[in-house]
């Protein structure tokens, strides 16, 4: 019966309803909540159904005006100026200009090329010239292999994990597979250059930082164990560094992030590629061991020549590392160019004077020591100081490193085989500091965006020594463990009978000269 009220009669009638047991009822108080969760996510998901999406959506933004003529004049002077489109900082308008900007586009794009040309084949010869010549091979085999590796990874996660939005310590996975990377501009990095050509530029420095480090343990590597430390350091070291120096979010990225909780500077690399290469290098070395016969035979270089050309294309390539880290052809890309020309002439020659005044001969190697020297001290200030502190760099760069592979690596006995700490670790950590006393906002407006305080009151620093401290602490840790996890996997050397053959044979299955 339907409706109405049940006579008692009709009550008797009816059949005794089935009690229902506590597990029944259970399942049920289960099922009705996970049907409020599904309609709670659905309605998250959805955007709330019909009547809250009405209820809580802003109004659409209000498109701007169309440009005036004075208003499409003033794009085309923010593009000269590397300036923001579609504003002049108190009026919007809708511009028409959208997508990359020719010549800084131009300009990114060639300097990519050449800072991959600073690896293949710079690098490796400046590399491969100081090595034996059972070995020559095995170093450009590590280029090769960790270009293709490095890119790879790059593209699946690096840049994300680097140049994502995330923590202050990684980004986040929103960039994976070059999500969403395409040739429009990230105006987080740069507003007038394509977000993919951008990515490619940022990846040839992820390229050549892990080969710097083994340049330490040069001739005495196995190449699989090198290819397995690669992968694992750059997850672990790189990309975490890399994106809190440089991230829009970075812990450490002083000059854009507002928040940033050590407001440093690094204009191009200095504690990113120079600090984390060099500082894990000397770790490496240490796990690694000398090379057999190490101290008791001479080792000399078996090209100078091949040195000399490998460190002439370093030296050009490295204009795209300093002045395109700007990130465009503007007056912060034209004074880095000054200041790295000036400041590796001065290293160059200052090394190659102590050789003359302390030793009678100065060498054609001392002069490439000195280039590089210079080109590694001046890369986190580049694009900060003026020639006057361009010069400065020059002479400490000259100098330091000079003293640091020609005396304290001899009183310690460590098979540093290419210098990589002397240079790269040592020139890094002075080239950070330095920066932190000789950064000038008259060459560089953005310092005065957060870091104006710092260097009236001649902290900045301070800010940088901390930045050092955690780049120190990351790379040799991080390496520390890495090359545990290498060692008992695959093993980090070869047997000593592979060692004395070379490793161009016994690695590769080939010669670098034959006849």
Not at 430 to 436: D, E, H, P
Request: net charge neutral.
């Amino acid at each position: 019966m339907t409706g109405g009220i049940l006579s008692a009669k009709d009550n008797k009638k009816q059949p005794r309803r089935r009690k229902v047991s506590k597990k029944e009822q259970s399942m049920k108080k289960i099922a009705v909540i996970c049907y409020g969760l599904s309609l709670l996510f659905g309605t998250l998901i959805m955007g709330g159904g019909s009547t809250a999406h009405a209820d809580n959506t802003p109004p659409p933004t209000p498109t701007p005006p169309a440009a005036t003529v004075e208003q499409r004049v003033a794009d085309l002077e923010a593009y000269v100026n590397n300036g923001s489109p579609g504003t002049d900082g108190k009026v919007t308008w809708t511009t028409n200009l959208s997508g990359s900007g020719p010549g800084h586009n131009g300009w990114m794009m060639i300097s990519t090329a050449i800072v991959l040309m600073m690896t293949l084949p710079g690098l490796a010869l400046f590399y491969g010239g100081m090595v034996r010549k059972k070995n020559i091979l095995s170093v450009m085999a590590q280029c090769f292999g960790i270009t293709g590796l490095v890119s790879i990874l790059w593209w699946v996660i690096g840049y994300s994990l680097t140049f994502g939005h995330g923590s202050p310590f990684i980004g986040y996975a929103n960039f994976a597979f070059f999500k969403g990377v395409t040739s429009i501009p990230n105006a987080d990095y740069s507003t007038w250059v394509s977000q993919n050509v951008y990515a490619m530029f940022q990846l040839t420095f992820a390229i050549i930082t892990p080969m710097l480090i083994f340049g330490s343990v040069a001739e005495r590597i196995k190449f699989k164990a090198v290819i397995l430390f690669v992968a694992l350091w750059m997850l672990l070291v790189y990309f975490p560094l890399a994106h809190m120096v440089w991230g829009a979010d970075g812990l450490m990225n002083g000059v854009f992030n507002a928040k940033a909780m050590i407001h440093a500077a690094d204009f191009a690399g200095g504690t990113v590629v120079h600090m984390t290469s060099g500082w894990s290098a000397i770790v490496l070395c240490f796990l690694v061991g000398k090379r057999l016969g190490h101290g008791k035979e001479h080792m000399p270089p078996h090209s100078v020549v091949m040195t000399m050309i490998g460190t002439g294309l370093l030296w050009v390539g490295w204009y795209g590392f300093n002045a395109g880290s700007a990130g465009a052809a503007d007056v912060i890309s034209a004074n880095a160019f000054t200041t790295t020309t000036l400041a590796t002439a001065f290293a160059s020659f200052v090394w190659a004077m102590w050789e003359y005044a302390l030793k009678k001969k100065a060498s054609v190697l001392g002069f490439c020591s000195g280039a590089i020297s210079g080109l590694v001290v001046i890369t986190p200030a580049c694009g900060f100081v003026d020639t006057s502190g361009a010069a400065i760099i020059g002479l400490i760069a000259g100098t330091i490193p000079f003293f640091m592979v020609t005396y304290v690596k001899p009183m310690f006995g460590y098979d540093d085989a290419l210098d990589v700490f002397g240079v790269h670790a040592i020139g890094g950590t002075v080239g950070a500091i330095v920066t932190g006393i000789l950064a000038t906002p008259t060459v560089n407006a953005n310092l005065n965006a957060n870091l104006a305080d710092y260097i009236k009151n001649h902290t900045l620093w301070i800010e940088q020594v901390k930045a050092v401290g955690v780049t120190i602490a990351l790379a040799m840790v991080g390496t520390l463990i890495i090359g545990f996890i290498v060692e008992k996997t695959v093993g980090l050397r070869p047997t000593a009978e592979e060692e004395l053959q070379g490793l161009d044979l016994s690695e590769h299955g080939e010669e670098g000269y034959i006849y």
